[in-house]
């Protein structure tokens, strides 16, 4: 696996749904980013994981939101009774965890949620 | 709170012709700058950072950037553009102090070279 992957690429849910976004970071790299980027801007910080802790997720909208990383590797994205504004890109991203924030990130393609 | 500005959302030059694309940064203590570009249906793809030392940094592609501390900036320049670097560039910026290791981005500029 060169690269960070995510699953599926593109979702159309209905409103009111519920939806689980997957990320398969590089091995090895303990930190792992959700961002969200919607039409004509950069990405939005969702949550941060350090291993399998989340050690920030300042960046989650509402309670609907919630991301796990049980094994300290992929990670799922959950939203509950989804909205239309929920619609967006939903961008992973991993790092090598030392290094003081120093490190660059490596971006999955990004899943490409719609919600009707 | 950090904040990045990118105040062009594009920037039109003809290949062969220098390019710049802005970014001016605000935060607390140092900073790490990082500059990131974006293709089509593509996540977004590092390019360089500054973290510390010599305030000229050199990236992939023939991609550089200066960083100017006075004038909190980081540009992103290359000497001679090519139509494959047409695409969306983002600069992030992250604090060096207060144990934030999440970085902010800009809006982004639309680069598009023209033939």
């Known amino acids: 696996g060169a690269g960070v992957s995510q699953t599926p690429s593109n979702k159309v849910t209905e409103k009111g749904k519920y939806v689980e976004l997957r990320c398969d970071p590089i091995?090895?790299?303990?930190?792992l980013y959700w961002y969200r980027q919607s039409l004509g801007q950069g990405p939005e910080f969702l949550i941060y994981?350090?291993?399998?802790?989340?050690?920030?997720d300042s960046g989650l909208p509402n309670d609907r939101f919630f991301a796990v990383r049980p094994e300290g590797s992929v990670s799922t994205l959950k939203i509950q009774r989804t909205e239309r504004g929920d619609s967006a890109v939903y961008l992973c991203?991993?790092?090598?965890?030392?290094?003081?924030?120093?490190?660059?990130?490596?971006f999955g393609p990004g899943t490409r949620l719609t919600v009707l | 709170a950090q904040s990045v500005a990118q105040p062009e959302d594009q920037v039109n030059v003809a290949e062969g012709n220098p390019l710049t694309v802005k970014c001016t940064y605000s935060?607390?203590?140092?900073?790490?700058l990082f500059w990131y570009v974006q293709y089509p249906n593509r996540g977004l793809q590092f390019l360089l950072k500054?973290?510390?030392?010599?305030?000229l940094v050199k990236g992939s592609y023939g991609f550089e950037a200066e960083f100017n501390k006075s004038q909190t900036s980081f540009h992103l320049k290359k000497p001679s553009a090519l139509v494959s670097d047409s695409a969306l560039y983002f600069c992030?910026?992250?604090?060096?102090?207060?144990?934030?290791?999440?970085?902010?981005f800009g809006r982004g500029t639309s680069l598009i070279v023209h033939p």
């Open positions: 992030a910026v992250r604090g060096v102090s207060g144990g934030s290791y999440i970085p902010t």
């Open positions: 991203a991993s790092s090598l965890g030392e290094g003081q924030g120093s490190n660059e990130q490596f």
């Open positions: 994981f350090q291993g399998t802790g989340a050690a920030d």
């Open positions: 935060v607390s203590g140092n900073p790490y």
């Open positions: 091995s090895g790299h303990t930190a």
């Open positions: 500054y973290i510390t030392g010599d305030n």
